[in-house]
């Protein structure tokens, strides 16, 4: 009788002790846990809410819900109000998407695969309670790419340096690192290269990595040789790679020439050469045409001088149709010539 005299005063003084304390938590304003107040789901707040991921990549939407019981969990999307997942089960066609939760564990991961930029949104994690839970989640696809500011194409000076800047400002959280390469081989400026390597710089080169909101790595290779020549590409872990083309020249050339000025530059270049030879045509044309005429009619003139047939041919302009016009106005000239006189012959006739 003591005894159960003794415990049930223990657990009045265990209770009294609960009121006072659940009484001085709301005086100083301190939300009363939920779990404490009721045996209800509810759910986690310590998990990332804001995810972003690269297109083509897995992104991983994680929801917590403590204290779940009989309870089940749903993935809804919320731009067509579609179930996705509805405890392990998946309720959708696009196989890209599915549900992963380890044994009695409280987290249930939305895994999306290969995620593009029209997965973007809101997506829901529900618990099918009276009335029903709901934790919203946002999910950002970007598209993440390197890009190395300026032309494709670098033109430096034999002995001046050169400096490749290469930039990701989209991307996960964690925008990974940046490496870059010279053809297929990767450049780190603390390796040693043998004395016949024509890639042979390591006291020339130097690499630094900014990270902020953008991630940006800086190249720098100091009194550029003709055999730094080549393809270099900025390679990231989490983005898509991009490359730039350096030619080192040995002469008087403006630095950081760009590709797309030589190339205006030799249009122009053969459009003057292809007006030059077609007015040299024309002019050369009438120069052999005259010459032709003359030695025509001079030959018709004089009977020493025999009528040869010419074959010259030059451009598109066949010169025996020169010769038959030619030959054709001699004649006429000659019978104007003849006509006056065998007008006297007939007067001195008569």
Partial sequence: MYISNGIAVFILVFHLKFIQDMTKASANGTNIPE????????????????????????????????QLGDKSVSWIRKRDLHILTAGVLTYTSDERFQVIRADRSDRWTLQIKFPQLRDSGIYECQV??????????????????????GPSDIYVKQGSEVVLTCVVSQGPHELGQIFWLRGKQMIDPK??????????????????????????????????????????????????????????????????MQRGCASNNINLSILLYILSLSLLIQYLNRILSTFIVLHVISSHRNPIIHDTPYQFQLGFTRLPALLDASSSSSSAAAAAAAAPTAKSSALNLR
């Fill in 128 to 149: 099918n309670t009276e009335p029903k839970m709901s934790m919203a989640f946002r999910l950002n696809v970007v598209e993440a790419k390197a890009v190395i500011p």
């Fill in 35 to 66: 779990h404490i107040m009721s045996l209800h789901p509810y759910f986690g707040f310590d998990v990332q809410r804001n995810v972003t991921a690269r297109v083509g990549s897995t992104a991983f939407l994680q929801c917590k819900v403590e």
């Fill in 191 to 256: 390796t040693r290269y043998h004395l016949n390597d024509i890639f042979e710089y390591p006291d020339r080169i130097t690499i630094s990595t900014e990270s902020g909101d953008v991630l940006q790595s800086r190249l720098t290779i100091s009194t550029a040789r003709l055999s730094d020549s080549g393809n270099y590409s900025c390679m990231p872990t989490n983005a898509e790679g991009t490359s730039a083309i350096v030619h080192v020249i040995n002469g008087e050339f403006p630095a950081a």
